[in-house]
């Protein structure tokens, strides 16, 4: 019977044993793994929120930089556009100047060439006086004549 006497010691030792952690340190452990699976839910919870809403940053991210190149090459395109209206608009100012200085020139061309002709016909005019002059002083000889109006010639 010692035999069942120490089993008997050791099952009610174990008993107390069981009872004791069951009262005492069983409930801080399952109150420490509730908190913990309580603390891991939240953080996988939160996790999925913050995932959830970086996607939602990502589009809209994306969404933002599609409109800044669509916004971007709006503001090229009429940058562009710009240019061309000022090159075009440099062109016509030049091609109205060129006009202007054209007809300037060729209205100081056409005086001077006015001026030319009447200089040249007063010229003409003291010419063939001065050969008339020469004409009536001398004789009236058919070869005199013709020295002279080569020489009227020659001074045209």
Same mark, same amino acid.
């Given at each position: 019977m010692t035999i069942n &006497? *120490?089993?008997l010691g050791q099952a009610i030792s174990f008993f107390i044993f069981v009872m004791f952690c069951m009262k005492f340190v069983w409930p801080p452990l399952i109150g420490a793994l509730r908190e913990r699976? &309580? *603390?891991i839910a939240e953080g996988l919870a939160a996790a999925e929120q913050s995932a959830q809403a970086q996607?939602?940053?990502?589009a809209e991210a994306d969404k933002m930089l599609g409109e800044a190149k669509t916004q971007a090459s709006e503001i090229v395109s009429q940058a562009q556009r710009r240019h061309?209206?000022?090159v075009d608009e440099a062109k016509q100012?030049?091609?109205v100047e060129s006009d202007r200085i054209k007809s300037t020139a060729q209205t100081e061309i056409d005086q001077e060439?006015?001026?030319a002709r009447e200089s040249l016909r007063k010229q003409v005019s003291v010419v063939a006086v001065a050969g008339?002059?020469?004409i009536l002083q001398r004789e009236?000889?058919?070869n005199a004549h013709a020295a002279i109006l080569d020489d009227l010639i020659a001074k045209i």
């Amino acid at each position: 019977m010692t035999i069942n &006497a *120490t089993l008997l010691g050791q099952a009610i030792s174990f008993f107390i044993f069981v009872m004791f952690c069951m009262k005492f340190v069983w409930p801080p452990l399952i109150g420490a793994l509730r908190e913990r699976q &309580a *603390t891991i839910a939240e953080g996988l919870a939160a996790a999925e929120q913050s995932a959830q809403a970086q996607e939602v940053a990502q589009a809209e991210a994306d969404k933002m930089l599609g409109e800044a190149k669509t916004q971007a090459s709006e503001i090229v395109s009429q940058a562009q556009r710009r240019h061309n209206e000022i090159v075009d608009e440099a062109k016509q100012n030049a091609i109205v100047e060129s006009d202007r200085i054209k007809s300037t020139a060729q209205t100081e061309i056409d005086q001077e060439v006015v001026s030319a002709r009447e200089s040249l016909r007063k010229q003409v005019s003291v010419v063939a006086v001065a050969g008339a002059e020469k004409i009536l002083q001398r004789e009236v000889d058919a070869n005199a004549h013709a020295a002279i109006l080569d020489d009227l010639i020659a001074k045209i």
